[in-house]
C-alpha cells in the first residue's frame, strides 16, 4: 500500500533473554577450567585498556624472570656453602694432605682348589702383583710407585690378619679388614676345577663347561664374607681381580709333543671362549654387588703365584717357570696400578670422627708390650681425617680401652722426601719447643675421662632407682621373658636391715641410722629377742609380697619362655625346646598378642604388672616409674642428640683447624723459598715483603685462640708411637696372633654404659638358621670398632608415639628397633647381630644388620597382652561373655578397663553374672554373635644383661668378665 504506515518501535519495545542453552553455568565452567584464570583481553576491559600496553607487560615479565634468577642463583650458593661445610667435603681437602699410605685390602672368594689349596696363596700372588709392579720400590707389604707422585701403598691380605683357619675367623678377620682399608680387592678364582674344569695360559687341557656352573666361582663362604662388610660399609673404592694361573707343575712339562700340537689350537679356542664367560659372570657380579660402575681386571697371577709358593724375593728368575704372561695380563695390571694411583679414596662415613693407628708390619718393634710396667706401644701411621688427641681413650679391639701415655716420634719404613719447613710430627706448639726431644705429646691426667663404665646410684636420689626396691616385678611376679636366674639351685635370701615388722626395704631406708634399742622400745617389743614378732629383717615383707611360682603362673605366651637354651640341657630337651619356639613363633603370627589363661591361676596376680590404656598413642606414662635396678648403673642423657652435635661440631672444628694450619704452613714454605729469590732485587720489593711478613704475623697473632682446639693433638698421617697404661697380662693374651691390632681414639662419653637402640632387619642376606630369634636372647652385637653380648629387646619404631610396641620374635624382613645395654657409641654407625655357634648351630650365624640409632633411658617399650573372650548371648548393644576370666574377682578387679572388639567396637564391663567368671558388656554399636571381644593390657619391658660366659663368644675385649666392657648384672 502506498504511503502506507511503518511502525517504529520505541524505548519500550519489548527485549526477549538470549537462548543460552550452548554455554553452561558458572559451576560447571569453574569446574572444568581446574582453578586456571583465563587472561582478560585488554580491548574488552574499557578505559583500563590503555594502562596494559604490550611494552609493560614485556618489562615486567623480563623483571619477573630476573628475580627468579636471582633466588635461584642465591639457593645453588647456600647449598654450595652447606656442602662445604659438611665431613666429606672436608676429607676430600684433608686427603691431599695424609702422606700415609693407602691400605689396600685382598680377600679370596673361591673355594681351595688342588692347584690352589689355600686362600692365602692367591691372595698373596695379587698382593705381589701390586708391590712388584714396574718402577715401584717396596719394602716388606708397603711399595712407592715413582712414576704416580711416589704414590704409596700398604697391601694386607685376608689370610694376614685371619684369627684361625675357620670360615668364622675369616669372616670377622674380613670386617677388621674392611673397616680400616682405603680400598678393597675381591679376588675371583678364575681356574676354579668345579667351575667347568682347568683354564691356563699354556696348553694344558680344557675341559669344556656350561654358563650356569660359572656360579661356582664364588663360594658360599665368599658370599658369607660379602653380606657382612656390605652390611659394615665399604670404602670408595672397591674392586674385582679374575686371576688365572697355570696349574701344572714343571714336571708336566715332559708329554708327548705331537699330542701338545694337535690339541694346541682347540684347547686356546675353548680357552677363550670359556675366559670370556667368567669374566662376564664376574663383570655381572661386580654389578650386582658394588654398582654399574664397578671396575673388574683379569690377568695372569702364575709368577707371583710360583714366588708365593718358593717365598723368593723380588728378584725372581724367569727361567724357573717356563710360562710367559701375554700382553693382555700385562696391560691389565697396569690399568689395575693405575686406577689405585689415581682413585679418590674416601673411607666409610662412621670413621671419619674417630682417628685410629695400625700397627706396622714393617717395622718389627711395631708392637711391643711390656709386662712390668703393663705399658703396650703401637707403631704406625695416624690415619682418620681428625687429628689424634692423646687425651681421649683410647681403645684396642680384643684388648680393651685404656689411657695413653704419650706419642712420640718413629723412624718411617719407607719415607717421602718432604717439604722441611711442614711439620711432620704432631700439630701442637708446645713440640717445637724441644727439638732433640722424640715425644710429640703427653696426656694430662686431669683432662682424661675416667674408665669407669657403670654408673654409681644413689639409694636416696629417687624411689624408682632404689637398690633391692620391693617393688622390682622380676623378683615377685616372674614372666616368660625374664633371665631365671635361680633354676641353677635355690640361693638363700639376703638378710636385710633390723625393721618393724611387715616394712618394705623402701619403708626401712628411712631406719638407717636408728638403734635397736630404740627401735624395740618405740615397737614395745619385749626382751632382746625377735620371738615377738614386732621386728624382723624383712623375712614378713618378703612373704607377703613373695608370688608363687606354679606351672600356672608361667602359662603366659609360652610356659617356659625364660628357660635358657645355652644353658646346660639334653639334647632331646633341647629339640623339644626348638620345637616349642618354632609353635610359639607362628602362634604369633596368627593370633599376635593374644593370652590364654590358665583357670587356676587368678588374672588379677598374673597380670598384676599390665595396665590398661585408654589410647595406646595419647596416653600418657612416665619414663621414670619403677625403673628396675639395671637402670641405676647406666647413664641417663638429657638429650642425646644434642650431646652428639655438640661432640661433632667439636670434631668437625678440629679437622678444620688442623686444614688450615696445614695449608698455612704449605704457603709459608712457598713464601720463604720467594723471599730467598727476591733478596737480589731492589729495595723497594723488599719492603713490600717485609709488610706482607708484618701482615702475615698479625694474622698468626689473631689464630692463637684457634691453637687451644689443637693441643695435645698428633697430626693425621704422622708416623708415631703410642703408649697406652694399665694394659694387664690376662687382656693382652686375648688378643689372638694374627689379628689387626689397631689402637682407636673414642670421642667423649664413649665410654659410658647405656641403653642403646639400633634400627635393625634381617634380610635375606642374613642367616637365620632353623632357630627363630627371640627377644632377649643372647646375641653379639658389632657395633663400628666394639663388640660386646646382650639380650635386646625387640620393638617396632613409632614415629608419632611416645611408646613401642614389644616384639616377641625377630620377623624377617621387617625392620625394628633393638634396645640394649652396651656402650654409647654416636651415630652414623653400622650394627652387625651375629648368634654365636652353639650344639645346634655349629657356625655364627649374622641374624641381622642396621645402623644406631641413639642412647635414650627414657625410651618406653610397652609389651601387650590381649585377653579373648566369646559372646554366649547377644541383644542389641549388650552382650554377655565368657572364657576370659574364671572367677568373678577378676571380673570385677579388670571392670574400669576398656573393651574392644575385633570388628572395631569399643565397650565395658558391666557387671559379673554366676561363679564362673562370665560377664555382662555394654558396647558403643550392636555387636553380632560371631564377634570376639578382647581386652589389652599393657606392661613396660627392659633389656637384660647377659650372662657371664667367658668362653662363649668371646670376640673382642668388651664381651666377658674382665674385660674393659662387662655387661652383666
Not at 680377600?107 to 700372588?125: G, I, M, N, Q
Not at 659372570?281 to 671396575?295: H, I, V
Not at 576398656?898 to 550392636?926: A, D, R, W, Y
Request: hydrophobic letters at 30%; proline letters at 4%; charged letters at 25%.
Amino acid at each position: 500500500m502506498a504511503g502506507g504506515h511503518h511502525h517504529r518501535a520505541g524505548s519500550q519495545r519489548q527485549s526477549n533473554k538470549r537462548h543460552k542453552s550452548g554455554n553452561a553455568s558458572k559451576r560447571s565452567v569453574s569446574r572444568n577450567a581446574g582453578g586456571k584464570i583465563a587472561r582478560m583481553n585488554p580491548k574488552k576491559m574499557g578505559c583500563n585498556s590503555s594502562v596494559q600496553t604490550s611494552g609493560s607487560s614485556k618489562l615486567k615479565a623480563a623483571t619477573k624472570h630476573k628475580m627468579k634468577l636471582q633466588q635461584k642463583r642465591a639457593r645453588q650458593e647456600k647449598i654450595s656453602a652447606a656442602r662445604r661445610k659438611l665431613p666429606g667435603a672436608i676429607l676430600r681437602e684433608l686427603t691431599n694432605y695424609n702422606d700415609a699410605p693407602k691400605i689396600i685390602g685382598v680377600v679370596h672368594l673361591s673355594e681351595p682348589t688342588t692347584t690352589c689349596p689355600t686362600p692365602d696363596l692367591l691372595e698373596r700372588a695379587v698382593g705381589n702383583s701390586i708391590l712388584d709392579a714396574k718402577g715401584s720400590v717396596r719394602r716388606g707389604n708397603t711399595c712407592m710407585l715413582e712414576q704416580f707422585k711416589k704414590a704409596r701403598f700398604t697391601v694386607i691380605t685376608l689370610a694376614e690378619t685371619s684369627h684361625d683357619e675357620s670360615e668364622d675367623g675369616r669372616i670377622t678377620a674380613a670386617l677388621d679388614l674392611a673397616r680400616v682399608c682405603h680400598a678393597m680387592i675381591f679376588v675371583v678364582d678364575g681356574t676354579h676345577e668345579e667351575a667347568g674344569g682347568v683354564l691356563s695360559s699354556g696348553n694344558s687341557t680344557v675341559v669344556t663347561s656350561s654358563a650356569d656352573e660359572t656360579t661356582e666361582l664364588v663360594s658360599e663362604s665368599g658370599d658369607r664374607i660379602l653380606a657382612a662388610v656390605k652390611a659394615q660399609g665399604l670404602p670408595s673404592a672397591c674392586y674385582t681381580v679374575l686371576a688365572y694361573y697355570d696349574h701344572q707343575d714343571d714336571e708336566d712339562d715332559t708329554n708327548d709333543d705331537a699330542m701338545e700340537m694337535t690339541s694346541t689350537t682347540n684347547n686356546h679356542k675353548i680357552t677363550a671362549k670359556r675366559k670370556l664367560e667368567v669374566r662376564k659372570y664376574t663383570q655381572r657380579l661386580a654389578n650386582a654387588e658394588f654398582g654399574d660402575d664397578a671396575k673388574v681386571f683379569d690377568f695372569d697371577v702364575t709368577r707371583a703365584l710360583l714366588r708365593s709358593k718358593t717365598n723368593k724375593s723380588k728378584d725372581f728368575n724367569s727361567s724357573t717357570s717356563n710360562h710367559s704372561v701375554n700382553n693382555h695380563s700385562t696391560a691389565q695390571q697396569s690399568l689395575l696400578i693405575r686406577t689405585l694411583c689415581t682413585a679418590n679414596y674416601i673411607p666409610s662415613r662412621w670413621t671419619l670422627p674417630r682417628p685410629y693407628i695400625i700397627h706396622d708390619n714393617n717395622n718389627n718393634n711395631s708392637v711391643v708390650y711390656n709386662a712390668e710396667t703393663k705399658e703396650l706401644q703401637i707403631t704406625g701411621y695416624v690415619r682418620g681425617s681428625a687429628p689424634l688427641c692423646i687425651h681421649h681413650l683410647m681403645h684396642v679391639p680384643y684388648v680393651g680401652t685404656f689411657h695413653a701415655v704419650c706419642a712420640s716420634k718413629a723412624m718411617e719404613p719407607l719415607p717421602l722426601k718432604r717439604n722441611a719447613t711442614r711439620a711432620r710430627g704432631g700439630v701442637d706448639v708446645s713440640m717445637q719447643d724441644d727439638e732433640h726431644d722424640d715425644i710429640l705429646v703427653k696426656a694430662d691426667p686431669d683432662r682424661q675421662e675416667s674408665l669407669e663404665v657403670f654408673a654409681t646410684p644413689d639409694a636416696l636420689e629417687g624411689e624408682q632407682n632404689l637398690i633391692g626396691f620391693d617393688g622390682d616385678a622380676d623378683d615377685y611376679y616372674p614372666d616368660e621373658d625374664d633371665y631365671d636366674m635361680q633354676q641353677q639351685g635355690e640361693q638363700p635370701a639376703k638378710k636385710g636391715q633390723l625393721r618393724p615388722s611387715g616394712w618394705s626395704d623402701y619403708q626401712s631406708a628411712w631406719l638407717e641410722d636408728a638403734n635397736e634399742e630404740d627401735l624395740r622400745s618405740v615397737m614395745g617389743g619385749v626382751g632382746g629377742g625377735d620371738d615377738d614378732g614386732d621386728v624382723d629383717h624383712g623375712e614378713l615383707a618378703q612373704a607377703l609380697n613373695a608370688k608363687e611360682s606354679t606351672a600356672g603362673t608361667m602359662s603366659v605366651m609360652g610356659d617356659d619362655d625364660d628357660y635358657d637354651m645355652h644353658g646346660p640341657m639334653s639334647a632331646e630337651e633341647r629339640r623339644s625346646e626348638i620345637e616349642k619356639r618354632r609353635r610359639d613363633q607362628q602362634e604369633e603370627l596368627e593370633f599376635p598378642d593374644e593370652v590364654e589363661l590358665h583357670p587356676d591361676v587368678p588374672a588379677r596376680d598374673r597380670l598384676a604388672r599390665y595396665r590398661s590404656l585408654k589410647s595406646f598413642r595419647d596416653s600418657e606414662w612416665d619414663p621414670k616409674e619403677n625403673l628396675p635396678d639395671s637402670y641405676g648403673k647406666v647413664y641417663h642423657f638429657s638429650s642425646f642428640k644434642l650431646t652428639q652435635r655438640e661432640v661433632l661440631a667439636d670434631v668437625n672444628e678440629q679437622i678444620k683447624e688442623a686444614l688450615q694450619q696445614q695449608q698455612q704452613g704449605e704457603h709459608a714454605g712457598s713464601k720463604t723459598k720467594n723471599k730467598k729469590k727476591t733478596k737480589q732485587c731492589d729495595g723497594a720489593m723488599d719492603a713490600d715483603m717485609e709488610d706482607a711478613t708484618n701482615n702475615d704475623s698479625v694474622d698468626d697473632n689473631d689464630n692463637d685462640d684457634d691453637e687451644d682446639l689443637l693441643e695435645g693433638c698428633v697430626e693425621s698421617g704422622s708416623y708415631v708411637t703410642l703408649t697406652l697404661k694399665g694394659v694387664s697380662i690376662e687382656s693382652y693374651a686375648r688378643l689372638p696372633g694374627q689379628a689387626l691390632l689397631c689402637a682407636v681414639a673414642l670421642l667423649p662419653h664413649e665410654n659410658k654404659a647405656g641403653v642403646m637402640h639400633m634400627n635393625i632387619c634381617q634380610t635375606n642376606k642374613c642367616e637365620p638358621g632353623e632357630i627363630p630369634v627371640k627377644s632377649k636372647d643372647v646375641l653379639t652385637f658389632r657395633c663400628g670398632w666394639r663388640t660386646w653380648q646382650g639380650r635386646a629387646v625387640f620393638s617396632q619404631n613409632n614415629l608419632n608415639c611416645d611408646k613401642h610396641k614389644f616384639e616377641r620374635f625377630l620377623v624377617p624382613n621387617s625392620f625394628m628397633a633393638a634396645s640394649v645395654f652396651g656402650p654409647v657409641t654416636y651415630a652414623p654407625c653400622p650394627v652387625l647381630v651375629f648368634r654365636e655357634a652353639s650344639a645346634d648351630q655349629p657356625r655364627r650365624q649374622l641374624v641381622a644388620t642396621g645402623s644406631m640409632i641413639g642412647a635414650d633411658a627414657d625410651r618406653i617399650v610397652v609389651k601387650r597382652a590381649v585377653l579373648t573372650g566369646y559372646p554366649l548371648r547377644v541383644n542389641k548393644r549388650h552382650a554377655t561373655v565368657r572364657y576370659m576370666f574364671f572367677n568373678p574377682e577378676d571380673v570385677k578387679w579388670f571392670k574400669p578397663a576398656g573393651l574392644t572388639t575385633k570388628h572395631g567396637l569399643q565397650g565395658n564391663i558391666v557387671e559379673s553374672v554366676g561363679v564362673h567368671g562370665v560377664m555382662k558388656c555394654l558396647f558403643n554399636k550392636p555387636i553380632k554373635q560371631h564377634d570376639t571381644v578382647c581386652l589389652p593390657l599393657f606392661k613396660r619391658v627392659y633389656p637384660k644383661f647377659a650372662p657371664v660366659n667367658v668362653n662363649a663368644g668371646a670376640t673382642d675385649g668388651t664381651v666377658a668378665e674382665g674385660h674393659a666392657y662387662s655387661f652383666y648384672s
